[in-house]
């Protein structure tokens, strides 16, 4: 896999150039995150769903090539994109600093 390309309603779209830590319950760091910067709460509760959710759009992207033992030139594959979809609900934390 060359990259994945994360966006969604309500975040920066992210690229990640590896195909990034896999998810463990309590982790606090992934070199491959999305960020959001409004909750998704005036978004309209979808079917399916419970709560009000950001649709986030994941996209791997592959890159590959083969050889021959006949010929052992480096033959590229057409890029493929594989392209999926979540339903993602965005709490949010206020806070007020005094000092």
């Known amino acids: 896999m060359t990259a994945t390309h ?12 590896t ?4 998810y463990t319950p309590g982790m606090t760091e992934s070199d491959c995150r999305i960020g959001f910067t409004r909750s998704s709460a ?19 992207v592959w890159e590959a090539e083969w050889t021959s033992s006949v ?6 594959l057409e890029v493929q994109d594989v392209t999926t979809t979540a339903e993602v609900p965005v709490g949010e934390i206020q806070s007020a600093v005094t000092g």
Do not use: F, I, M, Y
């Open 42 to 60: 005036n978004e309209p509760v979808k079917s399916g769903q419970t709560l009000p959710t950001s649709t986030l759009t994941a996209t791997a």
């Open 6 to 17: 994360l966006d969604a309603p309500g975040a920066q779209d992210a690229a990640c150039l």
């Open 71 to 76: 010929d052992p030139t480096p033959r590229e």
């Open 19 to 22: 195909t990034g830590t896999p």
